[in-house]
């Protein structure tokens, strides 16, 4: 391989367009050559104001192409496993939005075939990738709240348009999906463990997809965490973390500005401290990643084996708003 991976889109989606192939094009190790798009005249408008050299009319079309070294797949979500896996099988390597799948055993699918086919799939959590997430990583496990007793997290924003993928359960959308899975997602980097209990109530639309949405859990070192999300509130995005001597607050904890310090807030006993982070994009640092495993042969941060457990926790809570939906229709 050369010394840049060889980037193909598959679909016209908006976060490739707003955030992940800017990030790309920006990158120190990758390139984008081409995007692939059900309809032809879409692609190459698509392509011609993004600046994309190649444009084809579907995404097989797109897969056939010799000169692509790796996917970035924003597709809907009940699509990432059918496309991930044929891209595997015509030996691309795949970056997969979040979340990886429509549920955990699609997303156990997904990690086999690209086993089988010796191909690096990882999922497109990009704040994992932000120093600011790490440092509050470090600063939690150096005892900076004393014991953790509590992680709350919330995700929330309003969609306006009714045709929106996220509000078709049909697509495997839902708030808890698209938004909750990062409000669990930094609980379990936070604590590095998996939840022991969960439970999760919800309302649904009339699609069958979740559009607000609460829930608690449990994680084995006692640890408890609550959270919300959803499609229809007012927006909010950010954690925090309470223990015995301190807290930290970390606001628009998922999807912190590229071009502007960011905080993290931190009290322990009387004092309060603000520390400053430098602004980056952390979507460029997350295809770096990816282009830099590839490139040096080495397993990317995040490995999708992760995110096989955070689809059956995703399972998990989806399955509780649903049981208590029922329970609570039957009062
Ligand atoms: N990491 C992040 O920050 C972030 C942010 C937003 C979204 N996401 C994830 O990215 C994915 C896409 O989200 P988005 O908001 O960008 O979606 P979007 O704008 O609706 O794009 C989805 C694309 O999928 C293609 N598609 C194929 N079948 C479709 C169908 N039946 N209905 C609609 N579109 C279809 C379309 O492309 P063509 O017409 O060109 O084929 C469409 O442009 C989701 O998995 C979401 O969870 C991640």
Redo the contacts with the bound molecule.
């Keep these: 391989m050369a010394d840049k991976i060889r980037w193909g889109i598959?679909?016209?989606?908006?976060?490739?367009e707003?955030?992940?192939i800017p990030a790309i094009q920006n990158s120190a190790n990758g390139e984008v050559v081409a995007?692939?798009?059900?309809?032809l005249q879409?692609?190459r408008a698509?392509a011609g104001k993004l600046g994309i050299p190649r444009a084809y009319g579907s995404?097989e079309a797109l897969l056939e192409d010799p000169d692509i070294d790796a996917i970035y797949n924003?597709?809907?979500?009940d699509?990432?496993a059918e496309w991930s896996i044929k891209a595997a099988a015509a030996g691309k390597h795949v970056l997969c939005?979040?979340?990886l799948a429509s549920d955990a055993v699609e997303a156990q699918e997904m990690v086999d075939a690209f086993k089988q086919h010796n191909r690096l799939l990882a999922e497109?959590?990009?704040y994992r990738f932000h120093p600011r997430t790490q440092r509050v990583l470090e600063m939690v496990q150096s005892g900076a709240v004393g014991d953790v007793h509590f992680i709350s997290s919330a995700f929330t924003f309003a969609v306006s348009d009714e045709a929106?993928?996220?509000l078709f359960g049909s697509?495997a959308g839902g708030g808890i999906?698209?938004v909750g899975c990062y409000a669990v997602g930094v609980m379990r980097f936070l604590t590095g463990e998996e939840p022991v209990a969960w439970s999760c109530f919800a309302h649904f639309n009339d699609r069958d997809a979740d559009e607000f949405a609460a829930g608690a859990l449990v994680f084995p070192s006692g640890v408890l965490g609550h959270f919300d999300c959803g499609l229809r509130t007012f927006r909010q995005d950010g954690y925090e973390i309470r223990g015995s001597t301190g807290r930290i607050v970390v606001e628009n904890g998922f999807?912190p500005p590229k071009d502007r310090p960011t905080k993290i807030r931190h009290w322990q006993g009387d004092k309060y401290t603000e520390i400053e982070i430098p602004p980056v994009d952390q979507?460029q640092l997350m295809v770096e990643d990816f282009a830099d495993a590839l490139l040096n042969n080495r397993p990317p941060r995040f490995p999708a084996e992760d995110a096989v457990l955070a689809m059956r926790l995703m399972d998990g809570l989806r399955a509780s708003a649903r049981a208590n939906q029922a329970q609570i229709s039957a009062l």
């Design positions: 598959i679909s016209t989606a908006r976060i490739g707003r955030a992940v995007v692939g798009s059900r309809d879409r692609a698509f995404y924003p597709l809907p979500n699509q990432h939005e979040k979340p497109a959590f990009m929106n993928i996220r697509m999906m698209d999807t979507y």
